[in-house]
């Protein structure tokens, strides 16, 4: 039982003495790229990427509801053509920074996932958003690594356990997600 109990206080510790400025700064954001049908994208390895997917969908379908279109959401790590043929024929450093020169505009969002925030992935599509003019974002984990000197806002949970992070990724993204229904009524 101790260790149920000890992981769950590591975890509500974690929460409790979060600043949620920057997430405030993200959900703000992704409103307004809603409201102006701009992009958002959303990357990530493992179960950080996991956790991109299932953010897409909170965005996609989660805020709306059916009750209007929800934000236009690409979730980079999650087609395994796109990704296994970038990673083969040109590096696997590249698979979210290629899709990005694709499909990237000025005025989309970028939000990364990462625990360590020092995958070359990450930091390359960060790189490549920011060519592009876009606005960038990370959850972060651990120390925060190098995504947190370069993206715009960093939404860092300071904790040595990837677990704890990604949980950390998982309760951000559903605190957004029901921020953003909860104002759908100021997107038209």
């Known amino acids: 039982m101790k260790h149920?109990?000890?992981?769950?206080?590591?975890?509500?510790?974690?929460?409790?003495?979060?600043?949620?400025?920057d997430v405030h700064k993200l959900t703000e954001a992704l409103l307004i790229v809603w409201k102006e049908k701009k992009q958002v994208f959303l990357c990530g390895n493992g179960g950080s990427g996991a956790n991109a997917i299932h953010f897409a969908n909170d965005l996609i379908y989660g805020v709306s509801k059916g009750n209007r279109p929800g934000l236009k959401v690409h979730a980079l790590p999650a087609n395994q053509s796109v990704i296994t043929s970038l990673?083969?024929?040109i590096s696997y450093e590249n698979v979210f920074s290629y899709q990005l020169a694709v499909l990237g505009e000025p005025g989309d969002i970028l939000l990364a996932f990462s625990g360590s925030g020092n995958s070359s992935n990450i930091v390359k599509a960060i790189q490549k958003a920011k060519e592009l003019e876009m606005k960038t974002f990370a959850l972060l984990g651990f120390s925060g690594g190098?995504?947190?000197?370069?993206?715009?806002?960093?939404?860092?949970?300071?904790?040595?356990?990837?677990q704890i992070a990604e949980d950390c990724q998982q309760i951000v993204g559903h605190m957004i997600m029901r921020w953003l229904a909860d104002n759908r009524h100021s997107v038209r």
């Open 87 to 89: 990673a083969n024929d």
């Open 146 to 162: 190098k995504s947190l000197e370069l993206v715009d806002v960093a939404i860092h949970f300071p904790v040595d356990d990837m």
């Open 4 to 21: 149920f109990t000890d992981y769950a206080t590591r975890l509500n510790n974690i929460l409790q003495n979060h600043n949620w400025k």
